[in-house]
């Protein structure tokens, strides 16, 4: 699973570093099959989206907070396992 | 020191200051001012609260303090009867611009929490010892429907009930901007919502990161500082040293400070540097003098010591405040200084003295680093000034080491971390004697201010990296 992370300034100040700490407290069998990435900016939060953005498998998910987020790769790790 | 924990307040209030910011450079702020809250709020449900025209309301008091108002002052001002006031409300001729008050409470936000009273929870099984019964002087627990039920009127707020409960069954209730308040300057107004006691307040911020509710508020300087810009002003950016790790792990202090160069700041320099001269001074000064001396760094601990033991008012150190220091030396005739810390009291220190023009949140400047489209993670790095002792300043216990590294005698210091310690402090500073009393109005220093970004234990790793050896 790739997941990339933005880091950009406007996703940094609405919560991206709650959601990167957040990764950290995934189950270990999950974890193991995340492929980590960050990103400056995906240049979509200025309107047609709404920050803090991430990327999973390259599709975007926005207003993400720790527990939203964790629910999404879940999702996409019990999909990927069917 | 305390814990940092993202909250809905938090992405409010940046959400708010990003959009007034990103508006105001498009030069559409007037025509669409009226219709922030709408925005932002679109409803039909309210997003934070159950009714979205309360929450509206809330946003519409807080737009005008990000605007640089007064609370108390534009409370009756509608949105849009702004747009003809506001190149005076920006260039701060307007007298609804906020110069002495700088932690406000809106009192739309503030939901009038109860406190001072002891309440029974569900938690009671009516034990049959029934402690709280047999423990309460005032016979004002009662047993009803198979449980403790606690009469206001008898209740004179002991609290020896809670005690003798087995199963922590009765807690008192808090307001928790009271009990985040070390000073009691917290009391009720008529209809019993939050009301700060300014003969008491030190504008430490405390209830502004403690309110559940956002309802604590500070006047902004944001955008008068772009007004500023604007306008052609040559400002020069200081930032403080509890910058550092402020906008993540990937950006660098040189990065800032070209991210500021190119914001529109003529220049950015670290006061860390203006931080180095205060402990030299401090250091210095020790050498010649036999009495205590307090450090005067932190403006609230100042404004503590006069307004709660004024005793020491005259032992205050005679070196200025790093940002002022520094301020001094950078001032020139028509420039201006724009100060960037994780402190509300500073505006009210910059608004006493000739030498700092605008203040800002690191929250601020990441919602100016938006508006001006400008990531700091892309710029190229930089040095940046100040020692290591300078960057100290930043934590708890940093002046101490700092002004004891470079003192040539022995130093018994004394540490006040955060104002809860300020009584005790200074009861122990009557009995002994201290050479230097290091005072820091926020538990922790700087890097666990009002206005960061995160958490002050990531900070606190980060800070040990910074500044260059002495």
């Known amino acids: 699973m790739e997941i990339k992370v933005c880091v950009g300034t406007t996703c940094h100040l609405l919560g991206a570093t709650e959601l990167v700490e957040a990764l950290k407290d995934l189950p270990p069998e999950i974890a193991r099959k995340i492929n980590l990435g960050y990103s400056v900016c995906f240049e979509s939060c200025q309107g047609t989206m709404r920050p803090p953005i991430i990327s999973i498998n390259g599709k975007y998910h926005q207003d993400m907070n720790p527990s939203r987020m964790k629910a999404l790769i879940l999702k996409t790790a019990e999909s990927e396992r069917s | 020191m305390r814990n940092f924990v993202f909250s809905e307040i938090m992405k ?50 807080r737009t005008k303090m990000y605007l640089g108002m007064d609370y108390e002052r534009s409370r009756e001002l509608e949105l849009y009867e702004l747009p003809s006031l506001i190149d005076d409300i920006l260039g701060m001729k307007s007298d609804l611009v906020s110069h002495d008050r700088f932690v406000q409470v809106i009192k739309e936000a503030c939901d009038s929490c109860p406190s001072g009273r002891y309440y029974a929870t569900d938690l009671c099984r009516n034990c049959v010892a029934h402690s709280c019964y047999n423990a309460c002087p005032k016979k004002a627990v009662e047993i009803q429907n198979d449980r403790a039920v606690i009469n206001i009127d008898q209740c004179i707020g002991c609290g020896l009930c809670a005690k003798a409960c087995s199963f922590y069954a009765i807690v008192k209730l808090e307001r928790p901007c009271e009990r985040s308040c070390a000073l009691q300057a917290i009391a009720k107004d008529a209809s019993f919502a939050a009301d700060i006691d300014y003969s008491r307040c030190v504008s430490c911020g405390a209830c502004y990161v403690a309110c559940p509710f956002g ?75 036999a009495g205590t001396v307090t450090t005067s760094c932190c403006p609230a601990f100042v404004d503590y010591i006069g307004k709660n033991q004024p005793d020491f008012t005259d032992r205050i150190s005679p070196a200025p405040s790093p940002m002022i220091a520094l301020a001094k030396h950078l001032k020139t005739g028509a420039g201006k200084i724009a100060f960037i810390g994780p402190c509300i009291a500073k505006k009210l220190e910059a608004s006493k003295g000739p030498f700092v023009d605008y203040v800002l949140t690191f929250e601020e400047l990441g919602a100016l680093f938006i508006a001006k489209g400008i990531e700091p993670a892309a710029q190229e790095d930089a040095t940046v000034e100040g020692s290591r002792l300078g960057w100290g300043f930043a934590a708890a216990g940093g002046v101490t080491a700092a002004v004891k590294e470079l003192c040539t005698r022995e130093l018994r210091t004394l540490r006040m971390d955060g104002l809860a310690e300020g009584k005790e402090t200074f009861q122990t500073a009557r009995q002994e004697k201290f050479d230097l ?32 050896a002495t």
Do not use: W
Not at chain 2, 34 to 41: E, H, R, S, V
Not at chain 2, 231 to 260: C, D, H, M, S, Y
Not at chain 2, 267 to 279: F, N, S
């Open chain 2, 12 to 61: 409010i209030r940046r959400q708010l200051m990003m959009t007034l910011a990103q508006m105001y450079e498009k030069g559409t702020l007037q025509e669409h001012l009226a219709g922030i809250p709408k925005m932002l709020l679109p409803g039909p449900h309210g997003t934070y609260r159950s009714s979205v025209y309360h929450e509206r309301e809330v946003m519409k008091q």
């Open chain 2, 215 to 289: 309802a604590t508020e500070s006047p902004s300087h944001l955008l008068r500082t772009l007004a500023g810009i604007r306008r052609g002003e040559e400002i020069i950016a200081i930032f403080a040293p509890a910058i550092v790790a402020q906008f993540g792990p990937k950006v660098t202090l040189g990065q800032i400070k070209n991210a500021l160069k190119k914001a529109g700041f003529s220049d950015a320099v670290a006061v860390a540097a203006g931080a180095d001269e205060v402990a030299e001074e401090e250091a210095h000064f020790l050498e010649h003098t």
């Open chain 2, 437 to 468: 009393i290091e005072g820091m109005a926020c538990a922790g220093g700087c890097i666990a201010g009002p206005g960061i970004m995160v958490n002050p234990k990531v900070a606190a790793g980060a800070l040990k990296k910074a500044g260059s």
